[in-house]
Nanobody
Framework: QVQLVESGGGSVQSGGSLRLSCAHSGYINSFYCMGWFRQAPGKEREGVASIDSDGLVMYADSVKGRFTISQDKGENTLYLQMNNLKPEETAMYYC??????????????????????WGQGTQVTVDA
């Protein structure tokens, strides 16, 4: 079982930046997807970005060019750099992980229900 712990959330003004971190412990298979999701009150959890064990990244269209997902395998940490934040991006942000079958990519696991391990979330609030 993988344990995931997010940090780095907070309150920023519109146009500001935040860097989220997700420290993970426990065994992660050689083939995996890790991702960031967010959920605003009354809305479904949506994917923001993902990265696989080969370093291939994917982004939701709404964050392309503003958010960057990265990982430090030596430190067992996943990051999400968020720039030019918008008020509508106020949400709880979650880190998630899952094993991926050989030959698949994170795009084959497009939604939250494909992921098996979750952190507790970190709140991001963007003020207008």
């Amino acid at each position: 079982q993988v344990q995931l712990v997010e940090s780095g959330g907070g309150s920023v003004q519109s146009g500001g930046s935040l860097r989220l971190s997700c420290a993970h412990s426990g065994y992660i298979n050689s083939f995996y997807c890790m991702g960031w999701f967010r959920q605003a009150p009354g809305k479904e959890r949506e994917g923001v970005a993902s990265i696989d064990s080969d370093g291939l990244v994917m982004y939701a269209d709404s964050v392309k060019g503003r958010f960057t997902i990265s990982q430090d395998k030596g430190e067992n940490t996943l990051y999400l750099q968020m720039n030019n934040l918008k008020p509508e991006e106020t949400a709880m942000y979650y880190c998630a992980a899952r094993i991926r079958a050989y030959g698949t990519r994170c795009e084959d696991y497009p939604s939250a229900n494909f992921y098996t391990s979750w952190g507790q979330g970190t709140q991001v609030t963007v003020d207008a």
